[in-house]
């Protein structure tokens, strides 16, 4: 018995873990974990993002990020602001997987 509950405790962690970069864009910034803000260029940006088309593919801190459609599927509630200045995390969408990942680090617990 002790060792089902234990396995269960791993699996739920591990699948925390998996699913980190599944976000649901909120309609207001008080619902969200953090404001986030879409910069024109790559060199802005805090963060490099590449929209995967499957939750499954949505691991790690790496800016593989998965869109869900409900709140509570999602690990991280954003909000995109008008103003960069108002914003906790600055994104740029990528084109390719292999362009992902941080280019501040220091924004990445924002994240975990």
Excluded: H
């Amino acid at each position: 018995m002790f060792m089902k509950a234990r396995l269960i405790g791993v699996l739920v962690t591990f699948a925390n873990f998996v699913s980190a970069q599944e976000v649901y864009t909120c309609q207001y910034e008080s619902q969200a974990d953090f404001t986030v803000f879409e910069v024109k260029y790559e060199s802005q940006a805090d963060l490099l993002v590449y929209m995967v088309p499957y939750e499954s593919q949505a691991r790690g801190n790496e800016g593989l990020w998965y869109m869900s459609k409900y709140s509570s599927q999602a690990e991280k509630e954003i909000f995109f602001t008008k103003y960069e200045s108002q914003a906790d995390l600055k994104i740029f969408y990528v084109r390719y997987q292999s362009q992902a990942g941080w280019k501040n680090e220091s924004r990445k617990p924002l994240l975990n």
